[in-house]
């Protein structure tokens, strides 16, 4: 929960989105390589992805859920080149 909006609090839901696994990243590799050249290379791949943070005046009901599911498929998401990964509620352990 974030702050008060009236009678209803204001929640955040996060959506994750990343590259599809079979696709290749360039922002990882880049990352990948970067960590290499400091002396961090344990890390033998790095993907870079995307979190939304969608804010919700008052509780979040099953209406609320699809449309959030709607709308990480359908505008958040590129579904050629992406998956929506993860969509975490307040107070709900993912």
């Known amino acids: 929960m974030r702050e008060w909006s009236g009678d209803h609090p204001l929640s955040?839901?996060?959506v994750e989105v990343m590259p599809k696994a079979?696709?290749?990243d360039p922002q990882g590799k880049a990352v990948a390589g970067a960590l290499a050249r400091i002396g961090k290379?344990?890390?033998?791949?790095?993907?870079?992805g995307k979190?939304?943070?969608?804010?919700?005046d008052g509780p979040i009901d099953d209406a609320?859920?699809?449309a959030v599911t709607e709308i990480a498929n359908?505008?958040?998401s590129?579904?050629?080149i992406e998956d929506v990964v993860g969509i975490h509620y307040p107070g709900?352990?993912?």
């Open 22 to 24: 079979e696709l290749l």
């Open 41 to 48: 290379g344990q890390f033998s791949g790095v993907r870079v």
């Open 12 to 14: 955040t839901i996060v």
């Open 74 to 76: 359908e505008i958040l």
């Open 64 to 66: 609320t859920r699809a």
């Open 92 to 94: 709900v352990d993912a």
């Open 51 to 56: 979190r939304f943070e969608l804010t919700v």
């Open 78 to 80: 590129n579904s050629v």
